[in-house]
């Protein structure tokens, strides 16, 4: 059986404790997937030079976010065991790049957990982390990505986390407003694109104007978006999750990739 792979916008580090729209959609998806033997997950936050894998038996959970959040969020772990057998298929299925087998810098961050908190909060299935090699362009992200295909035929849930759009210089968290037009219309054109399987528009983000412009000033939260897309299989459609902005400038679109 050849298992979905999965987008998730995963907004704001409360989103791993708060039972939201999106949350609520995240483990109405869950409820729908086949069990996955393991999952390997690819987030914004693993953004470093180089490409790595998390290898610890027990990775850490890591609380990348200011002290500004509430303790409860502080207090979280997501304990998954690691899994040995699927660092080392990845390291083989993306040769010839180099990828380090990382088992004490890294673990489990807020861009993995705060979904999988609600896909799969028991935390039983192994999981390993894969990260963004910031050094490198998308392109190379889509082309990396596509040697990980065999794994959806091998129990393993691909997912990547990140947000379409992500300005935090323009959020603005003073009321519920609606997103900025800007905004909007970028999350339209990705999804479409994705519909078309227009994969080289969406590696060239930065040919679509001022929209993308804005929408991606910098790559991290992007880039998972190809990671996603560069699986995506002849005869295969692209299904919305869930889709919404938060704080006018951060869009929660996810999307799942199957026959």
């Not at 006018?248 to 999307?255: D, I, N, T």
């Amino acid at each position: 059986m050849t298992l979905p792979t999965a987008f998730f916008g995963h907004g704001s580090p409360l989103n791993t404790l708060t039972k939201n729209r999106y949350s609520t959609a995240w483990r109405a998806y869950a409820a729908t997937l086949p069990a996955p033997r393991a999952i390997l997950a690819i987030s914004a936050h693993w953004y470093v030079p180089g490409t790595r894998v998390s290898a610890a038996p027990r990775p850490p959970t890591i609380h990348d976010f200011n002290t500004n959040f509430p303790p409860a969020l502080f207090d979280f772990a997501y304990p998954a065991p690691g899994d040995a057998d699927l660092v080392e298929r990845v390291v083989e299925l993306l040769q010839p790049t180099r990828v380090q087998r990382d088992a004490t810098s890294w673990g489990f961050d807020h861009g993995a957990y705060c979904i999988l908190a609600h896909l799969f909060p028991q935390a039983e299935i192994p999981l390993v982390e894969l990260s963004i090699d910031r050094t490198k362009p998308a392109g190379f992200h889509y082309e990396l990505a596509a040697r990980l295909a065999p794994l959806r035929d091998e129990g393993v849930f691909i997912m990547s986390s990140g947000n379409v759009v992500h300005n935090l210089e323009l959020a603005d968290r003073t009321a519920d407003r609606e997103p900025y037009e800007w905004a909007r219309r970028f999350d339209a054109d990705v999804r479409r694109l994705l519909d078309g399987r227009e994969h080289e528009a969406l590696i060239n983000y930065q040919r679509l104007g001022a929209d993308a412009r804005l929408s991606v000033p910098t790559p991290e939260h992007y880039l998972p978006l190809l990671y996603t897309a560069a699986l995506q299989r002849a005869g295969e459609r692209v299904a919305t999750i869930v889709e919404g902005f938060d704080f006018r400038a951060g869009s929660m679109l996810s999307l799942s990739i199957a026959a």
